[in-house]
């Protein structure tokens, strides 16, 4: 019983690296502090299309944001 937790619990350790890559997929992470300019940034959809930052410059700034906290 001992070694079969042991073992589906090692599984699933190695499932979640693996899975997680163990990191951020070589993508450069850049902080940026409030009120300073958005760094471009490239989105690749699922039906193929590239979107940038720079397409919707001098578009209106619309901000959706969901909670799923109280109140």
Request: charged share 10%.
């Amino acid at each position: 019983m001992r070694i079969g937790f042991l073992a589906a619990l090692l599984t699933t350790a190695l499932t979640l690296t693996v899975a997680c890559g163990g990191g951020n997929n070589g993508a450069e992470s850049t902080l940026v502090s409030e009120g300073s300019v958005a760094p471009h940034f490239t989105l690749h959809g699922a039906s193929g299309d590239v979107t940038t930052l720079s397409d919707y410059a001098g578009e209106k700034n619309v901000l959706l944001y969901f909670s799923m906290g109280y109140g």
